[in-house]
């Protein structure tokens, strides 16, 4: 069966500092996919990023950037440079690709709090 | 603009009343699903449907029904044997059931109880 543990309930930083929130997954097939999702106060999940079980490399995208370690099981999501825009929920999910139908699961997430 | 439209966003359900939460999407996408959001908690899925007419139960489907006539609609009730309703309902929808396709969501409806 396919897990999420996202162990940081809840995170507080100050502007301008640069903060990782963890993800660590659990599962028995060598295809899957891993997902980054935002939920902002408005409550809508935006999707911010997905890696295949195969893509090791590290991916960055302005001020976000991901590493994905097979070797840990985990894939945590760096924000460099906080900014009070960045307070949101934050949820990681997986789907397996064994079947070629799957649905996602996803972590309790991580909410972050960046203030002025 | 293409999206994920969901209505009402807010619902008060009282006791031994059915409930329905409207689901609509303009992006033609095969496959929609419904979570559910509790304070603390990730989301967890309730159905989902791959194509017209075919819906699948989720993890938590006890006390819920779904419906799935036309492609762009999926809409959720919340049935009386649900007997605790009060959670953040999401929808969302993506090209197809397939295990590498992001999930588009709508903005939640916040279902409480009266």
């Known amino acids: 069966a396919q897990k999420v543990t996202q162990a940081q309930t809840e995170i507080s930083v100050v502007e301008k500092e640069d903060v990782t929130l963890d993800c660590v997954y659990e599962?028995?097939?060598?295809?899957?996919?891993l997902f980054w999702y935002k939920q902002p106060p408005s409550g809508e999940l935006v999707f911010l990023i997905r890696?295949?079980?195969?893509?090791?490399q590290n991916e960055i995208s302005g001020r976000y950037s991901w590493n994905f370690q097979k070797s840990t099981s985990s894939f945590n999501f760096t924000i460099t440079a906080s900014q009070v825009v960045d307070s949101a929920v934050y949820f990681c999910?997986?789907?397996?690709?064994?079947?070629?139908?799957?649905?996602?699961?996803f972590g309790k997430g991580t909410m972050l709090l960046v203030s002025p | 603009d293409g999206g994920i439209t969901q209505s009402p966003k807010y619902l008060f359900r009282k006791e031994g009343q059915n409930v329905t939460l409207s689901c609509e999407q303009n992006l033609n996408h095969d496959a929609m699903y419904w979570y559910r959001q509790d304070p603390g908690q990730g989301l967890r899925l309730i159905y989902y449907?791959?194509?017209?007419?075919?819906?699948q139960k989720g993890d938590i489907a006890e006390g819920y029904s779904v419906s799935r006539e036309k492609k762009e609609s999926f809409p959720l009730t919340v049935t009386s044997a649900q007997k605790n309703p009060t959670a953040f309902y999401l929808c969302a929808s993506s090209p197809e059931q397939a295990s590498n396709q992001p999930q588009h969501f709508g903005d939640g409806t916040r279902l409480s109880i009266l």
């Open positions: 890696r295949n079980s195969f893509d090791e």
């Open positions: 449907s791959q194509i017209v007419n075919d819906f």
């Open positions: 999910a997986l789907s397996e690709g064994y079947s070629g139908y799957s649905t996602l699961t």
């Open positions: 599962t028995r097939d060598t295809t899957y996919y």
